[in-house]
């Protein structure tokens, strides 16, 4: 576990933890926050530079920012990582599960096994690490899933199955959480950033699938979770943030249910 120096903010400001915050929509999630009025606490694992560049740049604009490394696959990480962050700041009240892993369904195994940590196991760690400090602020958690959690994508069963999980563990633990005062939702993005690799044809064939004519932005996702995180009536919600692609699934029966945005990542 390994973190940056950082002044504490003062005993008022909301603090909140992102998880996969320094790169692609955690990024957006993370300045949309600060912008918000939160401290930002930046999870990262391998996007050292990212992190301490992003938190940087938060500083600069006077919000209290700072970057956290943890390998959230290992067994201990999420209890190291919830105690650096009251080390840090003193106080958690939001925290954003947003790190992820998309495996296809034919790749290696050991791959496979990692994805379901990271989207499922380490999400739920977290939360239980979590409990007692969001408890005593009153905060919330916003759970990143995605649309697979809804419907599942044709060429990526495993991965669809994690973000199902995620979801119904949203469900539950705002059931759970709700005599507490501490409120559970998700957001489910759909075609959010297309990978770096793809050509413009597969960038532009999943569009024709989204009733609003355009991929989605990170800060589409960001607005969500920001929405989510200020909404004091609001738990146990799953909000889609896809252009309407799920309402494709009103068209099923007559046309199969195969499509799929294409393996965004967050």
């Given at each position: 576990m390994?973190?940056?120096?950082?002044?504490?903010?003062?005993?008022?400001?909301?603090?909140?933890?992102?998880?996969?915050?320094?790169?692609?929509?955690?990024?957006?999630?993370?300045?949309?926050?600060?912008?918000?009025?939160?401290?930002?606490?930046?999870?990262h694992?391998?996007?050292?530079?990212?992190?301490?560049?992003?938190?940087?740049g938060?500083?600069?604009?006077?919000?209290?920012?700072?970057?956290?490394?943890?390998?959230?696959?290992?067994?201990?990480a999420?209890?190291?990582?919830?105690?650096?962050?009251?080390?840090?700041?003193?106080?958690?009240?939001l925290?954003?599960?947003?790190?992820?892993l998309?495996?296809?369904?034919?790749?290696?195994?050991?791959?496979?096994?990692?994805?379901?940590?990271?989207?499922?196991?380490?999400?739920?760690?977290?939360?239980?690490?979590?409990?007692?400090?969001?408890?005593?602020?009153?905060?919330?958690?916003?759970?990143?899933?995605?649309?697979?959690?809804?419907?599942?994508?044709?060429?990526?069963?495993?991965?669809?199955?994690?973000?199902a999980?995620?979801?119904?563990?949203?469900?539950?633990?705002?059931?759970?959480?709700?005599?507490?005062?501490?409120?559970?939702?998700?957001?489910?993005?759909?075609?959010?950033?297309?990978?770096?690799?793809?050509d413009?044809?597969?960038?532009?064939?999943?569009?024709?699938?989204?009733?609003l004519?355009?991929?989605?932005?990170?800060?589409?996702?960001?607005?969500?979770?920001?929405?989510?995180?200020?909404?004091?009536?609001?738990?146990?919600?799953?909000?889609?943030?896809d252009?309407?692609?799920?309402?494709?699934?009103?068209?099923?029966e007559?046309?199969?249910?195969?499509?799929?945005?294409?393996?965004?990542?967050?």
């Open positions: 390994e973190s940056e120096t950082a002044t504490s903010p003062a005993s008022e400001q909301p603090v909140a933890l992102v998880t996969g915050g320094a790169v692609r929509v955690g990024r957006s999630i993370c300045e949309a926050l600060a912008r918000a009025g939160y401290a930002i606490l930046v999870h694992n391998a996007s050292t530079g990212d992190a301490a560049a992003l938190a940087d938060l500083r600069s604009l006077g919000h209290a920012a700072v970057g956290l490394r943890a390998d959230l696959t290992r067994p201990r999420a209890a190291e990582l919830t105690r650096e962050v009251i080390g840090v700041f003193g106080r958690l009240d925290l954003v599960n947003n790190a992820a998309l495996v296809a369904d034919d790749g290696d195994l050991g791959d496979l096994a990692r994805m379901k940590v990271l989207n499922y196991d380490a999400p739920m760690a977290l939360m239980d690490a979590a409990e007692p400090h969001l408890v005593g602020t009153r905060g919330s958690i916003v759970n990143v899933a995605d649309v697979a959690g809804i419907r599942a994508y044709a060429r990526h069963k495993a991965y669809s199955r994690t973000k999980a995620l979801l119904a563990l949203t469900f539950r633990r705002a059931l759970d959480l709700a005599p507490s005062g501490v409120r559970c939702n998700a957001v489910c993005p759909g075609t959010v950033l297309p990978a770096g690799s793809y413009q044809r597969r960038r532009e064939h999943p569009v024709r699938d989204v009733p004519g355009r991929l989605g932005d990170p800060a589409d996702v960001a607005q969500a979770v920001v929405f989510l995180a200020a909404a004091p009536y609001v738990t146990g919600q799953a909000l889609a943030v252009g309407g692609w799920l309402l494709n699934m009103l068209d099923d007559e046309e199969g249910s195969g499509r799929e945005p294409g393996g965004w990542l967050n």
